[in-house]
């Protein structure tokens, strides 16, 4: 079973600041996906990944297959940017979850 | 295009009680996978549907069964509601194991 971490649990940072967020998994996967949800509870998903580096906007996904490692960075972040980002990778057994990260950016 | 419907929004059920929640995917996709959001366990995956036949299941007792249907549409049902079963409970649908997009989600309240 695979076991995925994602770190900040919480971050709070300043409307502008570059964000990072980090997920680590244990076993071997086929895709990583990062998702965003909004309080309420829709999510929307925001990267697939199987390698490499993806952009959209302010938005850039990396991934490390080998260091099973990936990134998700906001660039000049910015309020409605907060929300709970959501690392799941999938492997033979479906989906496996990040436990989230809660994301604020203060105006 | 129409993005993934789920029915009902709000459902509050007594425990012992059974329930069925519905799902209809994005047109033309024919994968459907279902997961439980908790705040305790966060989002955990339920089981997974492809042209009919379920392709994997999580680790959930025998009182969470799902199916899809000929039209891709997709139930799953809960039947002797414990407590713990409130949730949020989230239907996603994508072309295979492409991209994937997640409906608003039923949220299910055992009382």
């Known amino acids: 079973k695979n076991e995925v971490e994602q770190s900040p649990q919480n971050l709070t940072a300043q409307e502008g600041e570059f964000i990072t967020i980090n997920c680590s998994y244990s076993?071997?996967?086929?895709?990583l996906h990062w998702l965003q949800q909004h309080p309420g509870g829709g999510i929307v998903s925001l990267f697939m990944?199987?390698?490499g580096k993806k952009k959209h906007g302010r938005l850039i996904a990396t991934i490390n297959i080998q260091e099973k490692h990936s990134s998700l960075h906001i660039t000049a972040s910015h309020p409605r940017d907060s929300a709970v980002y959501i690392c799941?990778?999938?492997?033979?057994?479906?989906?496996?979850f990040g436990k989230g990260t809660h994301l604020i950016i203060q105006p | 295009k129409a993005g993934v419907t789920q029915t009902p929004r709000y459902l509050i059920k007594t425990r012992g009680q059974q329930v069925t929640l519905s799902c209809s995917p994005i047109s033309g996709h024919r994968s459907v996978s279902w997961y439980q959001q908790t705040p305790g366990q966060g989002l955990q995956f339920l089981f997974e549907?492809?042209?009919?036949?379920?392709?994997n299941k999580g680790n959930f007792p025998g009182r969470f069964s799902g199916r899809q249907f000929s039209n891709s549409r997709s139930e799953m049902n809960v039947s002797t509601l414990e407590l713990g079963d409130s949730a949020l409970y989230l239907c996603?649908?994508?072309?295979?194991?492409?991209?994937?997009?997640f409906g608003q989600g039923t949220r299910l309240t055992v009382v």
């Open positions: 549907y492809f042209s009919e036949t379920q392709r």
């Open positions: 076993v071997g996967i086929s895709a």
């Open positions: 799941a990778v999938r492997g033979a057994d479906g989906l496996t």
């Open positions: 990944l199987s390698s």
């Open positions: 996603a649908s994508s072309i295979g194991q492409g991209e994937t997009f």
